[in-house]
């Protein structure tokens, strides 16, 4: 909640960083690269470039747009804070036991084999974002 | 599951919450469209990293990965597509203040 958008971009990639080693702690080294080259990198040059077109508030307009938002929601934060001390303190999971899977402990097999389906999802997207934008950024033949 | 990774997912568990938490916080205040995509964003990195807990609690960490990879590329398009949308918006507009963006208003 910075002034200037690029600090937000900069906090959220090192955020994805810190998300990258959780994961590769948590034995999710692919995730982890991943997580590491296209949210921490590609997302960060996305927001960067959409930042960068856009224009920036004067110090004095985004001081008063901070007191409205403080305003309207001052007890945010304080939530935020009840809410993690009351979790730590009361929180209690019950202990379950899962449905046995087929145990795959290779990625590649799990994502071509089990999940192809995925990879179908993925493509549609992929096309879908692709004409998406081609038709934000289509300029008029008038 | 053993005591040791129940409480390592407990400890979890209240990170990811207060991280979703931010998440709707960040997108709630905003006024900037930009910024609510961070919150976006954010919310996004709590459900990734409730996937990747779930994996590694259940010892299914390839599953995990895998539905990770495919939700990494859904963010990926969800952001460039939401990116042109605010250029676009700003184009027609000159504001990214979502208040200001009244075109569509009927």
């Not at chain 1, 999710?28 to 960060?44: M, N």
């Amino acid at each position: 909640m910075t002034i200037r958008l690029v600090h937000s971009v900069v906090g959220l990639a090192l955020t994805s960083a810190i998300l990258a080693a959780i994961m590769y702690r948590l034995n999710s080294p692919l995730a982890a690269v991943f997580e590491l080259s296209v949210c921490s990198g590609l997302i960060s040059v996305i927001f960067i470039t959409t930042v960068s077109f856009t224009q920036r508030i004067s110090k004095e307009r985004f001081i008063v747009r901070r007191r409205e938002r403080l305003l309207r929601f001052l007890y945010l934060p304080f939530i935020i804070i009840i809410v993690g001390l009351l979790l730590v303190r009361y929180l209690k999971i019950p202990q379950f036991s899962l449905p046995c899977l087929a145990q795959v402990t290779d990625v590649r097999l799990v994502l071509w084999n089990m999940r192809h389906l995925d990879l179908l999802g993925q493509a549609v997207i992929i096309i879908a974002g692709v004409f998406g934008v081609v038709v934000f950024f289509k300029e008029s033949n008038k | 599951m053993s005591p040791d990774t129940f409480e390592l997912f407990r400890y979890f568990i209240i990170f990811i919450i207060l991280l979703f938490i931010a998440g709707v916080y960040c997108v709630l205040v905003s006024f900037n469209l930009v910024r609510a995509l961070i919150g976006v964003e954010i919310l996004i990195k709590a459900v990734t990293l409730l996937i990747i807990l779930a994996g590694y609690i259940c010892d299914r960490v390839a599953l995990a990965q895998a539905i990770v990879l495919t939700l990494i590329v859904i963010e990926i398009v969800i952001m460039v597509v939401a990116g042109g949308v605010v250029l676009w918006a700003f184009k027609y507009n000159k504001t990214i203040d979502p208040r200001r963006l009244s075109n569509l208003r009927g």
